[in-house]
């Protein structure tokens, strides 16, 4: 495969696992039906399409370290991010969208550049997540300080106050290039109360040993891609409480959702009719109180792993 063919082909492997990811009626979440006030699924369509080009770079990066032409501290990871978002924000007026999955997203680009395919554009996802580990941890300090201009950018709600490095606190940036703070060591700063960033930290732990293998094989088990994606989309957050709804109505409450979750999983999901009912009682519920209560961190995760279906191989 030619690198540019390659690096587009990376691209429309994320940018189809967006369009997915939103399109599945998950409950909590923006979906083609329903919404929250101001951010509606045309945001996150617009928003995939905007976000595809900068996938494409990473890719491009990737090759590049692969064939010896760049090093994996110049990278880039944090400007592909915050140039990512300002985008984002530019094609569309729905607000933060993509933040978190453009976190997830931008490693993983890079590390499907430096992979070799196999029968032309399958990617072999156990060797995908050797090279991540190693772009991770050789971020560099530019990279956090991007990152945070792509916080900004995006202004994600909830974002609560971090214990060190606030991305709020005007002497952050100074700090981060005078200490010589990775985005690594950042996102270790924040991996105890935000799953994306514990993911980043941690190798993609949820990701791809319980999100990815469970969505497989609820693939080929249900030929259904709304279903495997609504029971994943379950199975993640009875097992994580979402972080997102951690940081803007408390840890029990948060718990409480996860609970929930297991309950319908435990009622056999959209197999059943009690698992149905139980499902949509639940939607009806997160979406009393607004976007409190919207399970965004899990969306992010299981974007990620339907991300690595496509890099897989997997065609709908």
């Not at 998950?26 to 080009?53: D, I, Q, Y």
């Not at 997540?129 to 201009?149: F, G, H, M, Q, W």
């Not at 002497?171 to 010589?180: A, F, L, P």
Request: charged share 20%; aromatic share 8%; proline share 4%.
């Amino acid at each position: 495969m030619h690198p540019s063919e390659k690096a587009k082909h990376v691209s429309k492997c994320l940018e189809l696992a967006i369009l997915f990811e939103v399109s599945a009626d998950k409950p909590g979440n923006v979906n083609l039906v329903v919404g929250f006030e101001g951010t509606r699924h045309e945001h996150f369509l617009a928003s995939a399409v905007a976000a595809a080009p900068f996938f494409e770079l990473a890719a491009e990066r990737g090759i590049a370290v692969s064939q010896g032409r760049m090093q994996l501290s110049q990278l880039g990871v944090g400007e592909i991010i915050r140039d990512c978002i300002a985008n984002v924000n530019a094609w569309q007026r729905g607000g933060n969208t993509l933040l978190g999955t453009v976190i997830l997203f931008a490693p993983i680009a890079v590390a499907a550049g430096m992979t070799p395919t196999a029968n032309g554009y399958v990617f072999e996802i156990q060797r995908l997540r050797e090279k991540l580990k190693l772009i991770v941890e050789s971020t560099t300090p530019e990279d956090a300080v991007n990152v945070y201009e792509a916080i900004k950018i995006a202004k994600p709600s909830g974002l609560g106050k971090a214990p060190d490095l606030d991305v709020n606190s005007p002497d952050s940036v100074d700090r981060i290039m005078k200490e010589n703070v990775s985005l690594y060591q950042v996102f270790k700063i924040a991996s105890s109360y935000d799953n994306v960033c514990s993911e980043w930290v941690n190798n993609y732990p949820i990701t791809f040993d319980v999100a990815y293998p469970f969505l497989m094989k609820q693939i080929n088990e249900n030929k259904d891609l709304n279903t495997a994606i609504i029971h994943t989309f379950l199975k993640v957050l009875a097992g994580y409480p979402d972080t997102f709804i951690a940081r803007k109505v408390g840890l029990q409450k948060a718990q409480e959702v996860s609970m929930m979750a297991k309950e319908i999983l435990d009622l056999g999901g959209l197999a059943t009719a009690k698992g149905k009912e139980s499902l949509r009682t639940f939607d009806l519920n997160l979406r009393r109180f607004g976007n409190h209560f919207n399970p965004g961190t899990t969306a992010d995760i299981i974007a990620t792993a339907l991300a690595l279906c496509i890099l897989g191989g997997y065609k709908p």
